[in-house]
T-cell receptor, first 114, second 113 residues
């Protein structure tokens, strides 16, 4: 049983460039979440998918951010025109169907914007 | 929004017990979670407690929940150097979407040999 995987693990980009991250959830997990974590802080919610539907987006998710989950399996998070303030760890989590909210996290993608 | 508060640092000697505390504000939470994060890694789900329970034991881990005071604690018995990590308590936001988690800033546990 594989866990949540994320690619790439590290990304260094210049300010103004676009970046895209991928998340592959645990199979049969219909719920998928993206969080952002900066140094010394806990993860902050960005967005949530149930199957292919994006049901909620945080105010943290500016117009430069877009997330998709086209077939209800893997998801992508794109950041356009990156800024230095976007430097953070981007975490993906998935959750099985049911009443519990336990979320299983991937290893994260560390983004550095220079 | 939610507020989840934790003390930032805890140091213990190997073999001692560690107690990590957390307070939260959402009284309608049905589950509360503890996660562990090692350097440069994602979060590992350690344990959770259902809101109608006062205590849950899982091997070396004991979770205590005081709903009246909105206080959650995680006790690690016989703490080992491998337990050194950041521990987060997390509270789901039932007022919003199904399962958005609010995290505290995390407690950095350092275990001295």
């Amino acid at each position: 049983d594989t866990g949540v995987s994320q690619n790439p693990r590290h990304k260094i980009t210049k300010r103004g460039q676009n970046v895209t991250f991928r998340c592959d959830p645990i199979s049969e997990h219909n719920r998928l979440y993206w969080y952002r974590q900066t140094l010394g802080q806990g993860p902050e919610f960005l967005t949530y998918f149930q199957n292919e539907a994006q049901l909620e987006k945080s105010r943290l998710l500016s117009d430069r951010f877009s997330a998709e989950r086209p077939k209800g399996s893997f998801s992508t998070l794109e950041i356009q025109r990156t800024e230095q303030g976007d430097s953070a760890m981007y975490l993906c989590a998935s959750s099985p169907p049911g009443q519990g909210y336990e979320q299983y996290f991937g290893p994260g993608t560390r983004l550095t914007v220079t | 929004g939610e507020d989840v508060e934790q003390s930032l640092f805890l140091s213990v000697r190997e073999g001692d017990s560690s107690v990590i505390n957390c307070t939260y504000t959402d009284s309608s939470s049905t589950y509360l979670y503890w996660y562990k994060q090692e350097p440069g890694a994602g979060l590992q789900l350690l344990t959770y407690i259902f809101s109608n329970m006062d205590m849950k034991q899982d091997q070396r881990l004991t979770v205590l929940l005081n709903k009246k005071d909105k206080h959650l604690s995680l006790r690690i018995a016989d703490t080992q150097t491998g337990d050194s990590a950041i521990y987060f308590c997390a509270d789901p936001d039932r007022g919003s979407t199904l399962g958005r988690l609010y995290f505290g800033r995390g407690t950095q546990l350092t275990v001295w040999p």
